[in-house]
């Protein structure tokens, strides 16, 4: 799927390290249960891989229900449940990410925010209702 988009570089210098390395990972505490780890430069070729998904991914607009009325959602998405379909390269996230949080991850879900005008409000995403510690 040919898609225009509004490309924007990276706002940091890929840090010198190794690739998906989490050497230098700040941990950003956000409250007794929640955290952000940061890692600059984790995947120093994030353009590639960009790019790859830009090309590749299943990208689909969904609708939602907001209000009783149907909307489209303000971006594009790409839902990988089987893991089996997975492409390598994001494969290779998930397992580095599964080993590092010891954790089992089962899906990808891939958002794609166009441009300026593609957008969601801040939101709780609905895993909440189904894990126990999402």
Same mark, same amino acid.
């Given at each position: #799927?040919? /898609?225009? *988009?509004?490309?924007?570089?990276? +706002? %940091?210098? !890929?840090? $010198?390290? !190794?690739? +998906?390395?989490?050497?230098? *990972?700040?941990? $950003?505490?956000?409250?007794?249960?929640?955290?952000?780890? *940061?890692?600059?430069?984790?995947? !120093?070729?994030?353009?590639?891989? %960009?790019?790859? /998904?830009?090309?590749?991914?299943?990208?689909?607009?969904?609708?939602?229900? #907001?209000?009783?009325?149907?909307?489209?959602?303000?971006?594009?998405?790409?839902? @990988?449940?089987? /893991?089996?379909?997975? !492409?390598?390269? +994001?494969? $290779?996230?998930?397992?580095? /990410?599964?080993?590092? @949080?010891?954790?089992?991850?089962?899906?990808?879900?891939?958002?794609? @925010?166009?441009?300026?005008?593609?957008?969601?409000?801040?939101?709780?995403?609905?895993?909440?209702?189904?894990?126990?510690?999402?």
């Amino acid at each position: #799927m040919a /898609l225009d *988009l509004a490309w924007q570089e990276s +706002l %940091f210098a !890929p840090a $010198e390290r !190794p690739r +998906l390395s989490f050497d230098g *990972l700040r941990h $950003e505490p956000l409250d007794d249960r929640s955290w952000v780890d *940061l890692v600059e430069g984790w995947v !120093p070729d994030h353009d590639v891989l %960009f790019e790859r /998904l830009r090309a590749e991914a299943p990208w689909a607009q969904r609708t939602r229900t #907001m209000w009783d009325d149907e909307v489209l959602e303000p971006r594009l998405v790409a839902v @990988y449940r089987d /893991l089996a379909g997975l !492409p390598p390269y +994001l494969e $290779e996230l998930r397992a580095r /990410l599964a080993e590092r @949080y010891d954790v089992g991850i089962d899906s990808c879900l891939v958002n794609l @925010y166009r441009d300026g005008n593609d957008a969601v409000a801040w939101h709780g995403d609905t895993v909440r209702k189904v894990l126990a510690q999402p």
